[in-house]
Protein backbone atom coordinates (compact mmCIF):
# COMPACT_ATOMS: atom_id res chain seq x y z
CA UNK A 1 0.00 0.00 0.00
CA UNK A 2 2.95 2.62 0.61
CA UNK A 3 4.33 2.07 -2.46
CA UNK A 4 1.57 0.56 -5.24
CA UNK A 5 4.18 0.32 -8.28
CA UNK A 6 6.65 -1.63 -6.25
CA UNK A 7 5.60 -5.42 -7.39
CA UNK A 8 5.57 -3.59 -11.33
CA UNK A 9 9.03 -1.74 -10.76
CA UNK A 10 10.39 -5.28 -9.52
CA UNK A 11 8.84 -7.05 -12.17
CA UNK A 12 10.63 -5.35 -14.70
CA UNK A 13 14.46 -6.01 -14.16
CA UNK A 14 16.69 -6.89 -11.13
CA UNK A 15 19.87 -5.15 -11.11
CA UNK A 16 21.52 -6.59 -7.37
CA UNK A 17 24.89 -5.43 -7.04
CA UNK A 18 25.42 -8.50 -4.35
CA UNK A 19 25.73 -12.34 -3.97
CA UNK A 20 24.97 -13.97 -1.28
CA UNK A 21 26.16 -17.41 -0.18
CA UNK A 22 24.59 -18.01 2.58
CA UNK A 23 23.19 -20.94 5.05
CA UNK A 24 20.05 -22.42 3.91
CA UNK A 25 19.24 -22.05 8.30
CA UNK A 26 15.53 -20.40 8.00
CA UNK A 27 17.31 -18.21 11.06
CA UNK A 28 19.21 -16.28 8.67
CA UNK A 29 17.00 -14.65 6.15
CA UNK A 30 19.79 -12.55 4.11
CA UNK A 31 17.52 -9.51 2.56
CA UNK A 32 16.39 -8.76 6.08
CA UNK A 33 19.74 -9.25 7.58
CA UNK A 34 21.43 -6.89 5.14
CA UNK A 35 18.36 -4.63 5.06
CA UNK A 36 17.89 -4.86 1.69
CA UNK A 37 14.79 -5.18 -0.56
CA UNK A 38 13.99 -7.94 -3.05
CA UNK A 39 15.86 -7.15 -6.36
CA UNK A 40 18.70 -6.30 -4.70
CA UNK A 41 20.51 -9.02 -3.18
CA UNK A 42 21.07 -12.29 -5.42
CA UNK A 43 20.82 -15.01 -2.94
CA UNK A 44 22.37 -18.60 -2.77
CA UNK A 45 21.70 -20.82 0.33
CA UNK A 46 22.91 -24.52 1.25
CA UNK A 47 23.50 -26.25 4.19
CA UNK A 48 26.72 -24.58 6.16
CA UNK A 49 27.32 -22.32 2.98
CA UNK A 50 29.55 -24.53 1.51
CA UNK A 51 31.19 -23.38 -2.16
CA UNK A 52 32.63 -26.40 -3.59
CA UNK A 53 34.02 -26.63 -7.43
CA UNK A 54 31.80 -29.49 -8.50
CA UNK A 55 28.57 -27.83 -7.41
CA UNK A 56 27.18 -27.45 -10.34
CA UNK A 57 24.05 -25.09 -8.79
CA UNK A 58 26.09 -22.70 -6.74
CA UNK A 59 28.75 -22.43 -9.73
CA UNK A 60 25.65 -21.83 -12.06
CA UNK A 61 24.60 -18.91 -9.73
CA UNK A 62 27.82 -17.51 -9.31
CA UNK A 63 27.97 -17.28 -13.08
CA UNK A 64 24.81 -15.95 -13.61
CA UNK A 65 25.46 -13.09 -10.74
CA UNK A 66 28.80 -11.85 -12.12
CA UNK A 67 28.37 -12.65 -16.13
CA UNK A 68 24.87 -11.73 -16.41
CA UNK A 69 24.02 -9.31 -13.33
CA UNK A 70 27.68 -7.98 -12.74
CA UNK A 71 27.29 -8.04 -9.40
CA UNK A 72 30.04 -6.03 -7.47
CA UNK A 73 30.07 -8.27 -4.33
CA UNK A 74 30.04 -11.55 -3.82
CA UNK A 75 29.25 -11.99 -0.01
CA UNK A 76 29.59 -15.42 1.49
CA UNK A 77 27.96 -15.12 5.58
CA UNK A 78 27.72 -17.69 7.63
CA UNK A 79 26.35 -18.23 11.32
CA UNK A 80 27.36 -18.88 14.37
CA UNK A 81 25.49 -22.39 15.66
CA UNK A 82 24.96 -23.36 12.55
CA UNK A 83 24.01 -27.11 13.06
CA UNK A 84 26.12 -28.17 9.83
CA UNK A 85 29.38 -26.88 11.01
CA UNK A 86 28.55 -28.15 14.66
CA UNK A 87 27.25 -31.82 13.04
CA UNK A 88 30.68 -31.82 10.77
CA UNK A 89 32.89 -30.63 14.43
CA UNK A 90 31.31 -33.71 16.29
CA UNK A 91 31.16 -36.27 13.39
CA UNK A 92 27.91 -36.94 13.31
CA UNK A 93 26.15 -39.21 11.20
CA UNK A 94 23.21 -37.69 9.36
CA UNK A 95 22.75 -39.93 6.17
CA UNK A 96 23.06 -38.21 3.26
CA UNK A 97 23.99 -35.21 4.47
CA UNK A 98 27.07 -36.76 5.64
CA UNK A 99 28.51 -36.54 1.82
CA UNK A 100 27.81 -32.81 2.05
CA UNK A 101 29.57 -31.95 5.33
CA UNK A 102 32.53 -33.88 4.50
CA UNK A 103 33.38 -30.18 3.07
CA UNK A 104 33.46 -28.64 6.55
CA UNK A 105 34.82 -31.90 8.01
CA UNK A 106 38.04 -31.17 6.02
CA UNK A 107 38.19 -27.97 7.20
CA UNK A 108 37.95 -29.28 10.86
CA UNK A 109 40.75 -31.58 9.93
CA UNK A 110 43.15 -28.67 8.25
CA UNK A 111 42.43 -26.59 11.51
CA UNK A 112 42.68 -29.19 14.23
CA UNK A 113 44.81 -27.19 16.21
CA UNK A 114 43.17 -23.80 16.07
CA UNK A 115 40.26 -25.30 17.19
CA UNK A 116 41.62 -27.17 20.04
CA UNK A 117 43.58 -23.65 21.26
CA UNK A 118 39.77 -22.37 20.91
CA UNK A 119 38.54 -23.96 24.38
CA UNK A 120 35.67 -25.91 25.11
CA UNK A 121 33.28 -27.35 22.25
CA UNK A 122 31.35 -23.95 22.15
CA UNK A 123 34.53 -21.69 21.28
CA UNK A 124 35.98 -24.66 19.29
CA UNK A 125 32.16 -24.69 17.10
CA UNK A 126 31.70 -20.91 17.03
CA UNK A 127 36.01 -20.70 15.84
CA UNK A 128 35.14 -23.65 13.17
CA UNK A 129 31.94 -21.62 11.92
CA UNK A 130 34.43 -18.74 11.00
CA UNK A 131 37.47 -20.84 9.56
CA UNK A 132 34.39 -22.19 7.25
CA UNK A 133 33.71 -18.55 6.26
CA UNK A 134 37.15 -18.37 5.37
CA UNK A 135 37.77 -21.44 3.60
CA UNK A 136 34.65 -20.67 0.89
CA UNK A 137 35.74 -17.43 0.43
CA UNK A 138 39.06 -18.97 -0.94
CA UNK A 139 36.95 -21.18 -2.73
CA UNK A 140 34.47 -18.88 -4.18
CA UNK A 141 38.19 -16.39 -5.51
CA UNK A 142 39.54 -20.19 -6.85
CA UNK A 143 36.56 -20.50 -9.46
CA UNK A 144 37.39 -19.74 -12.91
CA UNK A 145 33.84 -17.76 -12.54
CA UNK A 146 35.69 -15.17 -9.96
CA UNK A 147 39.58 -15.73 -11.70
CA UNK A 148 38.03 -14.96 -15.13
CA UNK A 149 35.98 -11.46 -13.86
CA UNK A 150 39.99 -10.32 -12.36
CA UNK A 151 41.44 -10.98 -15.68
CA UNK A 152 39.16 -8.63 -17.78
CA UNK A 153 39.04 -6.77 -15.44
CA UNK A 154 35.80 -6.71 -13.94
CA UNK A 155 35.15 -4.92 -10.12
CA UNK A 156 34.38 -8.30 -8.13
CA UNK A 157 35.43 -8.23 -4.60
CA UNK A 158 34.66 -11.30 -2.45
CA UNK A 159 33.80 -11.07 1.27
CA UNK A 160 33.56 -13.22 4.88
CA UNK A 161 31.09 -12.43 6.79
CA UNK A 162 29.42 -14.17 10.13
CA UNK A 163 25.89 -13.67 11.87
CA UNK A 164 25.24 -14.19 15.30
CA UNK A 165 22.13 -15.49 15.96
CA UNK A 166 21.99 -14.52 19.51
CA UNK A 167 22.65 -10.95 19.23
CA UNK A 168 21.37 -10.41 15.41
CA UNK A 169 24.97 -8.69 14.65
CA UNK A 170 26.71 -9.57 11.27
CA UNK A 171 30.43 -9.33 11.63
CA UNK A 172 33.29 -8.74 8.96
CA UNK A 173 35.69 -11.16 8.74
CA UNK A 174 38.60 -9.10 7.62
CA UNK A 175 38.78 -11.67 4.77
CA UNK A 176 37.71 -9.68 1.48
CA UNK A 177 39.39 -10.24 -1.85
CA UNK A 178 39.97 -8.06 -4.83
CA UNK A 179 42.13 -9.56 -7.44
CA UNK A 180 43.78 -13.39 -7.72
CA UNK A 181 46.94 -11.40 -6.10
CA UNK A 182 45.21 -10.80 -2.79
CA UNK A 183 44.23 -14.44 -2.19
CA UNK A 184 46.93 -15.86 -0.72
CA UNK A 185 47.41 -13.07 1.89
CA UNK A 186 44.29 -12.29 2.85
CA UNK A 187 43.61 -15.88 3.50
CA UNK A 188 46.58 -15.39 5.59
CA UNK A 189 45.92 -12.85 7.38
CA UNK A 190 42.15 -13.92 8.53
CA UNK A 191 43.50 -17.18 9.53
CA UNK A 192 46.28 -15.52 11.77
CA UNK A 193 43.74 -12.92 13.09
CA UNK A 194 41.75 -15.54 14.49
CA UNK A 195 44.83 -17.24 16.62
Same mark, same amino acid.
Given at each position: ?18 ? @? ?46 ? $? ?17 ? %? ?6 ? !? ?17 ? $? ?6 ? +? ?14 ? +? ?9 ? %? @? ?5 ? +???? @? ?5 ? !? $???? $? ?22
Amino acid at each position: RQEPDFFLRLSRQQSPQYL @WIGCADSRVPANEIVDLSPGELFVHRNVANVVVHTDLNCLSVMQFAVD $LLKVRHIIVCGHYGCSGVM %AALRRDRL !GLSDNWLRHVQDVRQKHEQ $LLVDAGDN +TQAAARLCELNVIEQV +TNVCQTTIALD %A @WDRGQEL +TVHG @WIYGLQD !G $LLRD $LEVSVAGADEIAGVYQQAISALV
